[in-house]
C-alpha cells in the first residue's frame, strides 16, 4: 500500500479528533465565566450574611461552591461556619483559625512559710461615756474580728456612736469577742461611764451604771461572754440602788392591773422618791412572746399605770415620764424561761 493511500484511510479520525477538542475547548471557555460568577456572588452573599451577624472581621473566599473562612478565635468560628453554611448554593465550608502560642509557665513561686497559728490572747477595750458613746481600741486578729466587734457596738449604741481605734493583728486569738459584743448590748445605753477590758482568759467590768437591773445584765453577759474569769465592779447612784433593790413590779399576767405585791413594790418606790427632787423615766419592758405590736402597746400602758400610782402616792407628774419599749431592750437573751422572767419588768431610770 503506498503511502498516500494511508493518508487518505486516516484523515476522517483525525478530523473528528481535532473536533472533540475543539468542543471541549469552547465549552471549557463558557464554563469559566459561570464558575467565577458563582464565586463572587457566595462570596458578597457570605460577606454579607456576617455582616449582619456581627462577624465582619471574618474573611471569605470560595472555589465553586467550597468556602474557607479565615477566623480570629474558635468561638467566632463556630458562629461563621453556621451562618456560611445556611447559604443557598453554598457546599462545603471550612474555618481556619490562628494557631494561639501558648503562654510559657510562671516560674513557681519560691516556698512561703506558713504563717504562725495565732497564739496571744485578743485585747480589748471598749468604753461608754457620755450619751453612751462607745470607743472601742485593742488588737483583733482579723478585718472580720474587727468588722464584727464594730458592728455590735453600734447596734448597741447606734449609728455614727462608736469610735474605731481597733487595730488587726494575726498573732491573737478571737477569744471572747462575741461576748464582748453582749457586754456593749447591755450597757451601751445605761451608762455614762463604764470600761470593759477583754484580756486573754479575764474580763473586767468598772464604772457606773443607770440601775441595779442593767448591773444585772451586765453580769449576765459577762458570765456567757465564754471566758473563765469575770470581774464586775459596776455601782449604781444611791436613788437608783433604792429603786433597783425594789421588789419587780408585777402586774397581772398579759393585763395592765397591778398584782398585790406590785402595788407594794410601788408604795416602796414612792417612799423613796419622795426623798428626793430627782426626775425618773419610767420605762415598760417585755419578753419576746407574742407579736411586736402587743408587746409594745403593753409595755406602755404599763408604765403608764406606774406613773399614775405613783401621782397618786404624792410624787409630782412633772418629775414622772412613762415610756413603754415592748420586747426591744432585753436585759437578757430571750433564750431561756428565766431569762424571760427577767426582761419582764418595770424600770426606774433617773434622769435628772
Known amino acids: 500500500m503506498s503511502m498516500a493511500n494511508s493518508e487518505r484511510r486516516f484523515s476522517p479520525l483525525v478530523g473528528v479528533t481535532v473536533a472533540v477538542l475543539g468542543l471541549a475547548g469552547v465549552l471549557a471557555a463558557q464554563h469559566l465565566p459561570v464558575r467565577e460568577r458563582i464565586q463572587d456572588d457566595l462570596t458578597r452573599r457570605s460577606e454579607q450574611a456576617l455582616q449582619a ?6 474573611r471569605v473566599s470560595f472555589i465553586g461552591r467550597d468556602g474557607t473562612l479565615q477566623v480570629a478565635t474558635a468561638a467566632d468560628a463556630d ?8 447559604l443557598e448554593g453554598v457546599r462545603v465550608a471550612e474555618a481556619e483559625v490562628p494557631a494561639v502560642a501558648e503562654p510559657a509557665p510562671a516560674p513557681s513561686a519560691s516556698p512561703t512559710a506558713t504563717a504562725p497559728a495565732p497564739t496571744s490572747p485578743p485585747e480589748v477595750t471598749a468604753t461608754v461615756a457620755g450619751g453612751g458613746r462607745i470607743t472601742l481600741s485593742g488588737r483583733v486578729p482579723t478585718e472580720t474580728a474587727k468588722s464584727r466587734l464594730v458592728k455590735a457596738a453600734t447596734d448597741a449604741a447606734g449609728a455614727g456612736m462608736v469610735d474605731d481605734q481597733l487595730t488587726v493583728d494575726p498573732s491573737v486569738t478571737d477569744k471572747g469577742l462575741d461576748g464582748l459584743g453582749l ?11 463604764l470600761t470593759v477590758q477583754l484580756r486573754g482568759d479575764k474580763i473586767e467590768v468598772t464604772g457606773t451604771v443607770d440601775t441595779a437591773a442593767t448591773a ?4 449576765a453577759a459577762a458570765k456567757a461572754a465564754g471566758v473563765t474569769d469575770v470581774s464586775i465592779a459596776v455601782k449604781v447612784t444611791e436613788v437608783e440602788q433604792a429603786l433597783g433593790d425594789l421588789k419587780a413590779v408585777t402586774f397581772v399576767d398579759d393585763k395592765t392591773v397591778l398584782t398585790p405585791a406590785g402595788r407594794a413594790a410601788l408604795a416602796r418606790a414612792a417612799q423613796v422618791l419622795a426623798t428626793t427632787q430627782v426626775k425618773v423615766r419610767i ?14 402597746t403593753l409595755s406602755r400602758a404599763r408604765a403608764k399605770v406606774v406613773v399614775d400610782f405613783l401621782v397618786k402616792q404624792g410624787i409630782a407628774a412633772d418629775r414622772l415620764t412613762a415610756v413603754g419599749y415592748g420586747e426591744t431592750r432585753p436585759a437578757v437573751p430571750n433564750t431561756t424561761e428565766a431569762n424571760q422572767a427577767i426582761n419582764r419588768r418595770v424600770e426606774f431610770i433617773v434622769v435628772q
Open 183 to 193: 457586754l456593749l448590748a447591755a450597757v451601751a445605753k445605761h451608762s455614762t461611764d
Open 216 to 219: 444585772q445584765a451586765v453580769d
Open 283 to 296: 420605762e415598760g419592758h417585755t419578753d419576746s412572746k407574742g407579736t411586736a405590736a402587743s408587746n409594745l
Open 79 to 86: 458562629r461563621a461556619l453556621a451562618v456560611v453554611r445556611a
Open 53 to 58: 451577624a456581627g462577624l465582619s472581621s471574618v
